[in-house]
């Protein structure tokens, strides 16, 4: 970045006036912006690349008055409905300022240089001490973007029997299956030799099977190479008796038929339903049987950490020490 402008302290402040006044209004602000104002910031949008930028006040006074007009006015207000989005305390809203305004890459950091990691890494073990999971459960940890890089990287690396989080969800299972297939060599990494080669080897090598799977498991199963298509993810057929629970006579037979062929399994299990919140009533049953069978438990958790916290829910934190990987809710941003 340059040297700051003598514009800045002005164009600062009037972002924070704006941050302020629209805060204090949240209870009263509309939800939705007019379908007028929404074309105006349309039309407002620039066609081609300009040969030169606006500037500092402009682009700030062209933010605040054209843009945000535009957007939905009080997502993160006490009466929006939408989805499993919306909502942040005072605290994380000034954090997600303070944290813009350093520009951080916790990615990139070396030792005794910079705190960032380690303030991660406490991050998530206070995330575990929050839903009562002792920390040595989940030792690979780390934070992503959303549903679709947490299960990019919880679908396709991992180690044979090591236990991951959130971050590496199917990566981890694909690892894991092509390291334990019997069709390849034991211990097979998938992430630093590529795709196997075995004339025994089952094709497709590895399937999903699911109830519900949300479409990030799609994309994310398609990212890492196990494919998306109908002869990877599998529909499973419910409960006659709970609709967001296995057909678990189903289920066991599928997993003993693809144990005989040596096919890899995973089973996505959709633990807290995204519009409903409702979870099934198998998951114990589900988990004894992947144990049994040898299959990859891949919980997706978008509602359940937080009803964990419930006193009606609060036994069923065993669900998050007997899975090999989960995820935080889905709000944190989907892509």
């Not at 109830?211 to 998306?228: D, E, R, W």
Request: proline share 7%; with cysteine.
């Amino acid at each position: 970045m340059s040297q700051p402008s003598p514009e800045f302290d002005e164009s600062l402040k009037r972002v924070f006036d704006h941050i302020r006044n629209r805060h204090h209004d949240l209870p009263t602000l509309p939800i939705l912006s007019s379908p007028q104002t929404i074309s105006d910031t349309i039309a407002a949008l620039p066609i081609t690349l300009p040969d030169t930028g606006k500037g500092l006040s402009e682009t700030t006074d062209y933010l605040i008055n054209t843009l945000l007009p535009g957007i939905l006015q009080a997502q993160n207000g006490p009466r929006y409905f939408g989805f499993v989005v919306g909502g942040v305390t005072e605290s994380a809203q000034l954090a997600d300022v303070l944290g813009g305004s350093y520009d951080e890459n916790v990615q990139v950091t070396l030792p005794g240089v910079t705190a960032a990691t380690a303030i991660e890494s406490r991050t998530l073990e206070l995330v575990l001490d929050l839903v009562d999971i002792p920390r040595e459960r989940y030792l690979g940890r780390t934070i992503t973007t959303g549903a679709t890089a947490s299960n990019v990287l919880g679908l396709g690396r991992s180690l044979s029997k090591r236990v991951y989080t959130s971050a590496n969800r199917l990566a981890c299972a694909r690892d894991h299956l092509y390291s334990v297939s019997p069709h390849i060599p034991p211990g097979y990494s998938y992430a630093q030799d590529g795709p196997p080669s075995s004339p025994t080897l089952p094709n497709p090598p590895i399937i999903i099977l699911a109830l519900h799977p949300h479409y990030s498991i799609q994309k994310a199963a398609s990212v890492v190479g196990l494919g998306a298509g109908p002869r990877i993810i599998h529909s499973i057929p419910a409960s006659p008796a709970d609709e967001l629970a296995f057909d678990m006579t189903y289920l066991r037979d599928r997993l003993e038929k693809e144990k005989a062929v040596g096919r890899g399994v995973i089973v996505s299990y959709g633990l807290g339903e995204v519009n409903t919140g409702g979870i099934g009533s198998d998951l114990e049953e589900v988990a004894d049987l992947c144990d049994e069978l040898g299959a990859w438990l891949h919980v997706d958790a978008g509602w359940s950490t937080s009803r964990s916290r419930s006193s009606a829910d609060k036994d069923s934190i065993w669900w998050f020490c007997r899975i090999r990987a989960w995820n935080e809710p889905s709000d944190k941003g989907d892509g």
